[in-house]
């Protein structure tokens, strides 16, 4: 099957610090992206939906100053969590829409995650 | 924003035994996909199922779908050891420019050996 991969798998960073997150499609391009985050034995929230070549669509309450979105290309989007806290520790997960004539639409393939520590 | 609920929260049971979660959600939806977390890892999803389908089987999986209710129910039959994760619900909902996935609140299952 079609595999999402993400880089770092975990990160430990000093509050006020920047981090960036990137998440790839390995074997098919995405058009669509999408970024969540999981809190401690939590459900998944959407935090934004990113198309490629156009801005970032981020969803009620998610600060698009502070969790920057940039998907340059069908295969690549990064999140860059920027001066972070220790509230923004978590784990994030991304996903991409495989676009084909083959599959339905809602095919979607989740990432391994990124553990985020905020100290 | 999160689509809607499931319960349990969390759920107990011996090893053969089914196990049984809910879902509820709140909008108009195309399909429900359930998915599997085993603890700080990634999702595997397990089962789709159609707003126009009321009940669909995968191995010891069977799920159905009560639109009218806007409820769905996830069933393990002889449940293993190795089920143990948390359970989550999620339908498309369409946004601005395409459809997103939400998610329900999850069902933490552990399975006794």
């Known amino acids: 099957g079609a595999v999402v991969s993400q880089h770092p798998s975990w990160v430990i960073c000093k509050s006020g610090t920047s981090v960036k997150i990137e998440c790839r499609s390995l074997?098919?391009?995405?058009?669509?992206m999408f970024w969540y985050r999981q809190f401690p034995k939590q459900s998944l929230m959407l935090m934004a939906t990113?198309?490629?070549?156009?801005?970032?669509?981020?969803e009620q309450g998610v600060e698009k100053d502070k969790f920057l979105i940039n998907h340059a290309s069908l295969t690549l989007s990064t999140l860059t969590v920027t001066s972070a806290h220790p509230e923004d520790s978590s784990f994030y997960i991304c996903s991409a829409r495989e676009v084909s004539d083959l599959l339905p639409y809602e095919t979607q393939y989740f990432g391994p995650g990124t553990r985020l520590l905020v100290l | 924003s999160q689509q809607g609920e499931e319960d349990p929260q969390a759920l107990s049971i011996q090893e053969g035994e089914n196990a049984t979660m809910n879902c509820s959600y709140k909008?108009?939806?195309?399909?429900l996909q359930w998915y599997r977390q085993n603890s700080g890892r990634g999702l595997v999803h397990l089962i789709l199922i159609r707003s126009n389908e009321r009940e669909k089987h995968s191995g010891r999986l069977r799920v159905t779908l009560d639109t009218s209710k806007k409820s769905s129910s996830l069933l393990i039959t002889a449940s293993r050891a190795a089920d143990t994760a948390s359970y989550f619900c999620a339908t498309d909902e369409l946004g601005d420019s395409s459809y997103k996935l939400i998610f329900g609140s999850g069902t933490r299952l552990l399975v006794r050996p």
């Open positions: 990113s198309n490629e070549g156009s801005k970032a669509t981020y």
């Open positions: 909008t108009s939806i195309n399909n």
């Open positions: 074997d098919f391009q995405a058009t669509t």
